[in-house]
């Protein structure tokens, strides 16, 4: 079932308020752009070091001209980890007795175990089949399998295939190298009002997987562009594109004592692809800024949501928030990780789970969480009591006749609370409203100035 973005709940909106409404156009839109770079994208072997990663961030740069690429030499100390050495792939396949070429990387990157050492020579089928990796439930899948901290060699296979090979000797060629080199990986910032940031990460490790991980990088991308073309924003905003696990540590090690000053919220971006269910991973701490905007967003615009605890983690917020960082980093995806049948395998594609439709509302529904954040402040009443609203023309002079209007209420309802202790997510969910419900009432507020930003 797909559950849409924009199913709005609140059935107290009022007409006469400026509300979102449903922008199916604009997310076929921006899902189709999406997916055209999703399929750019798709055929470099991304790992966790090696040149599918600087060809992938190479495509970036394209689209976020200023993005900044660093790279960091293998061996290089990174808290409790060490850089390894980099691996590249020029060729892999196996032929049979036939002489019939399969398992073949240039037709499926998947087909060969990451970080595989090189190996040419012939072996018996007995010998290959222990290296060689099938998923016996789902014999026609290609499995995603890796080796980064220990030497082997091996390729992935569907099963129904590996069931048809016959006795005799099957040459391997496989051309790979794993030496000295770099890890990779780039940021791109765009300055705010404040130095308070929000932090958005996605991985660039995984080869042509399409929800898990291409839809994350995409979506990233185009959000960091999507900032990038707006007025100065009130937050700075740190986009992060690094292999996962090693590339977070490494970044993390990095950049600590700056991130720890200034980010605010974040997210890490993965899994945002696909047509099911919204699904969000809540930060260590599960009462960060990050957890209230998405919780907020995701209850008022999607029918149905996974809402996920820590221990259910498994991505890159195990580095963000570990002991030591403590970063209010939560996760935002469509179906979580490992949650879905196409999960690391070749069925995860382009073709029947990540789709424009998927990927535009992925793209939005992060997007609106950004604005929650980015328009959340803590209000404070001018006046000492209630004021005098009608003389303000926002409240109806004839008393009595009938109740308040929607928007009347809302505005009573922000005085009420707006005493220096609640922001406005908290006022919002107080009175069961979505918070750019409360933009326009604001907005007369301020204008009349009953209302002022707490000083922080």
């Not at 996760?331 to 073709?351: A, C």
């Not at 406005?424 to 009432?441: G, M, T, V």
């Amino acid at each position: 079932m797909h559950h849409g973005l924009w199913q709005h709940k609140n059935i107290n909106q009022a007409k006469n308020l400026s509300l979102p409404k449903p922008l199916k156009s604009n997310k076929i839109k921006i899902g189709k752009k999406l997916h055209n770079f999703a399929q750019i994208l798709w055929p470099y072997n991304r790992s966790i070091t090696g040149n599918g990663v600087r060809k992938t961030l190479d495509e970036l740069k394209k689209v976020l001209p200023k993005l900044k690429i660093f790279e960091v030499p293998s061996g290089t100390k990174a808290f409790d980890w060490t850089v390894p050495n980099e691996w590249n792939v020029q060729n892999a396949y196996i032929k049979t007795p036939a002489k019939k070429i399969i398992c073949n990387f240039k037709e499926n990157n998947l087909h060969l175990l990451g970080y595989s050492i090189p190996f040419k020579g012939k072996v018996t089928l007995q010998k290959l089949q222990k290296h060689l990796y099938s998923l016996p439930k789902m014999p026609y899948a290609i499995p995603y399998r890796t080796s980064y901290y220990k030497k082997r060699w091996g390729f992935c296979i569907a099963d129904n295939q590996r069931k048809k090979l016959k006795k005799g000797l099957y040459e391997i060629e496989l051309d790979s190298s794993i030496k000295k080199g770099h890890l990779t990986y780039a940021e791109y910032i765009v300055q705010g009002k404040t130095k308070k940031e929000i932090l958005l990460s996605t991985w660039i490790c995984h080869p042509s997987l399409a929800n898990n991980e291409l839809s994350g990088v995409v979506v990233t991308a185009y959000i960091a562009k999507w900032i990038s073309e707006q007025k100065k924003p009130n937050h700075t905003f740190r986009f992060v594109f690094v292999p996962e696990t090693i590339g977070s540590i490494v970044y993390l090690s990095r950049n600590l004592s700056n991130l720890k000053k200034n980010v605010k919220a974040g997210f890490c971006l993965s899994c945002l692809g696909d047509q099911r269910s919204f699904s969000y991973l809540q930060s260590r701490k599960g009462n960060t800024i990050s957890d209230r905007a998405a919780l907020h967003v995701l209850k008022w615009t999607c029918s149905s949501f996974k809402k996920y605890d820590w221990n259910q983690r498994g991505g890159d917020e195990r580095q963000y928030c570990a002991p030591g960082i403590d970063l209010p980093i939560a996760s935002v995806m469509r179906t979580k990780y490992g949650e879905y049948p196409e999960y690391h395998t070749s069925l995860d594609n382009l073709q029947n789970v990540v789709t424009p439709q998927g990927l535009g509302g992925g793209f939005l529904l992060v997007k609106k969480i950004i604005e929650t954040i980015e328009n959340n402040y803590c209000p404070v009443a001018t006046k000492k009591g209630e004021p005098f609203l009608s003389k303000f023309n926002l409240r109806d002079s004839l008393g009595a006749a009938r109740s308040f209007d929607e928007e009347s209420k809302i505005i009573s309802n922000i005085l009420t609370w707006a005493d220096g202790n609640n922001d406005l997510l908290e006022i919002a969910n107080k009175i069961n409203q979505p918070i750019w419900n409360l933009y326009l009432p604001l907005k007369k507020l301020k204008k009349y100035k009953l209302i002022v930003h707490k000083k922080q």
